[in-house]
């Protein structure tokens, strides 16, 4: 099975503070993605990725930057975190084609910006 | 456009009746999958089921089960005799071409009482 690993479950950071959400993938898929979600919004989508170093705005890319420097992580970077990002962070990677095809979430980050 | 219809908000349930949560997709691709999630308080994302749309056989594991019907664009989940575990938010999904982004359904909440 494929497994996307989330550094953090919960995190609390300043307001201003600069944060990095890392999430690791372990089946050499090529896309990955970086969603929020939020109370009567749902899930909306942040970043995504389809190679190493490559990068596409999402539909609320505002705010935030990602790295891909190596296939199997994708980076979320908030450069100076504002208490609207407080929400649920959630990281995946794909692979859609045939049988072997997979989406797979990894466990959450719940940030809190104070 | 592609679009997840989750028409149900909240479903409760009492333990040991069975329900089912119903998923309506708008997609223009002739081939295209389609997944379940489940999302428990904790708020992880767990994969339930994906179906690639060539395959209309409904799929059973254990006392779930899901019935795809491509004539009427429908995707539904049944949980048969239903346990306080299975309360949680359910999610239908389906991919967006090109990108791989994910469009979600709104979410149907369960709550099964004891």
């Known amino acids: 099975d494929v497994k996307v690993t989330q550094s953090s479950r919960y995190l609390v950071k300043r307001t201003g503070e600069k944060v990095f959400l890392e999430c690791v993938q372990d089946m050499d898929h090529e896309n990955m993605f970086w969603y929020r979600q939020d109370p009567g919004l749902g899930l909306r989508l942040i970043y995504f990725?389809?190679?190493?170093?490559?990068?596409e705005k999402g539909d609320i890319p505002e705010g935030y930057s990602v790295s891909r420097e190596k296939k199997e992580r994708f980076s979320l970077i908030l450069e100076s975190a504002s208490t609207n990002q407080t929400s649920m962070y959630l990281c995946?990677?794909?692979?859609?084609?045939?049988?072997?095809?997979?989406?797979?979430f990894g466990s959450g980050t719940r940030l809190t910006v104070v | 456009a592609q679009k997840v219809t989750q028409a149900q908000t909240e479903i409760s349930v009492v333990e040991k009746e069975d329900v089912t949560l119903d998923c309506v997709y708008e997609?223009?691709?002739?081939?295209?999958?389609l997944f379940w999630y489940k999302q428990p308080p904790s708020g992880e994302l767990v994969f339930l089921i994906r179906r690639n749309s060539f395959d209309e056989q409904n799929e059973i594991s254990g006392r779930y089960s899901w019935n795809f019907q491509k004539s009427t664009s429908s995707f539904n989940f049944t949980i048969t005799a239903s346990q306080v575990v299975d309360s949680a938010v359910y999610f239908c999904a389906l991919p967006e071409p090109n990108t791989d982004k994910l469009i979600f359904g709104t979410g149907t909440r369960l709550q099964v009482f004891p």
């Open positions: 995946a990677s794909s692979f859609l084609a045939g049988d072997r095809a997979s989406y797979t």
């Open positions: 997609t223009r691709d002739t081939t295209y999958y």
């Open positions: 990725s389809y190679d190493v170093k490559m990068k």
